[in-house]
């Protein structure tokens, strides 16, 4: 079973959150937060795999919140956004959050998203990667993840670990990296750990768009 904790100060989109995950003979609801500050209290209690989290929260927003979970090791982050809160994606990514969602997904998009980020992988929805590309390409230059970005950062890394880099840059799944570098998923999930810590980033969303700063 996946075990979720539900962040949401919105009571009633709270509940339908909980009602959908409900529905998924995989995924067990096992709290349900109204502010960032009780998330992290939860998380702490109760160590979960996920916890789906909003970002604008009472007493303490999802970014901050985010934060401490994933530097503490409490559970993966999938992120709840908005169309018109980029700063908030931004601020996410950079405290290491797993995945972002948007909130008018429907209901068998985020049942996988919670799947997806469960198995430890990595997920952006598809309006939220096109803003992040935007962002590369305005004149104000890219968003700056954590860890370092001078290109000396890469020379830590194997060849395969390049090549591993290269494939979550294009946000690829565990399984599709296993197919385009002939090589067990086991293996791969295993070089991922290793980029995550050589290149100082807590996601694999961190590390793609390291990669892509650094032009990988």
Excluded: C, W
Excluded at 48 to 62: A, K, S
Excluded at 110 to 128: D, F, H, K, S, Y
Excluded at 130 to 153: H, K
């Amino acid at each position: 079973m996946v075990r979720v904790i539900v962040a949401e100060d919105q009571s009633a989109v709270r509940a339908g959150l909980v009602l959908i995950l409900g529905s998924a003979p995989d995924i067990e609801v096992v709290a349900e937060a109204a502010d960032g500050e009780r998330a992290v209290e939860l998380a702490r209690e109760l160590r979960p795999d996920v916890v789906l989290m909003d970002v604008q929260m009472p007493r303490m927003d999802g970014v901050t919140a985010t934060g401490h979970v994933v530097s503490e090791g409490l559970a993966d982050v999938l992120v709840l956004t908005t169309f018109d809160l980029d700063e908030y994606v931004f601020g996410a990514l950079r405290a290491g959050a797993a995945g972002f969602l948007l909130k008018n997904a429907d209901a068998k998009d985020l049942i996988e998203a919670v799947r997806t980020v469960a198995r430890g992988e990595g997920l952006i929805a598809p309006a939220v990667t096109r803003r992040l590309i935007a962002e590369f390409a305005s004149p104000r230059g890219p968003v700056r993840s954590p860890g370092a970005t001078d290109p000396s950062v890469l020379d830590a890394l194997t060849p395969r670990e390049r090549e591993v880099l290269s494939a979550l840059a294009q946000g690829l799944s565990n399984a599709e990296v296993a197919g385009r570098l002939d090589m067990a998923e086991a293996t791969v999930k295993t070089h991922v750990s290793k980029v995550l810590g050589k290149l100082g980033v807590r996601s694999r969303a961190q590390a793609a768009v390291l990669a892509r700063e650094l032009g990988v």
